[in-house]
Nanobody, 125 residues
Framework: QVQLVESGGGLVQAGGSLRLSCAASGQTFSSYTMGWFRQAPGKERECVAAITWSGGNIYYASSVTGRFTISRDNAKNTVYLQMISLKPEDTAIYYC??????????????????WGQGTQVTVSS
């Protein structure tokens, strides 16, 4: 079992920045691939970034490449999502998730076993 708690969401103007954090507790955090997902009203949940246990493999959705950076600190059991140049279309609830599965497709929602409760990010124009 892994418990995930997101923080760092909020209201920001377009062009601004936010850093989301996801603190994990429970079983060995360093053995999990971690993902950040988002879900806007009326839309499906999508993966924006994922990072394997060592940080050796990282995935970004094309819509956030160059603006979002995922990182992890295994000593602190925490994964981060640094977001810059935010756009109104980035508005969504952001969730972190964990999986121990091995895959080349870490963007798949179904791959993840554990989810946080989400944190709201609102970008005003």
């Amino acid at each position: 079992q892994v418990q995930l708690v997101e923080s760092g969401g909020g209201l920001v103007q377009a062009g601004g920045s936010l850093r989301l954090s996801c603190a994990a507790s429970g079983q060995t955090f360093s053995s999990y691939t971690m993902g950040w997902f988002r879900q806007a009203p009326g839309k499906e949940r999508e993966c924006v970034a994922a990072i394997t246990w060592s940080g050796g493999n990282i995935y970004y959705a094309s819509s956030v490449t160059g603006r979002f950076t995922i990182s992890r600190d295994n000593a602190k059991n925490t994964v981060y999502l640094q977001m810059i140049s935010l756009k109104p279309e980035d508005t969504a609830i952001y969730y972190c998730a964990a999986t121990r599965a091995y895959s080349s497709r870490y963007y798949l929602t179904a791959l993840y076993d554990y989810w946080g409760q989400g944190t709201q990010v609102t970008v005003s124009s």
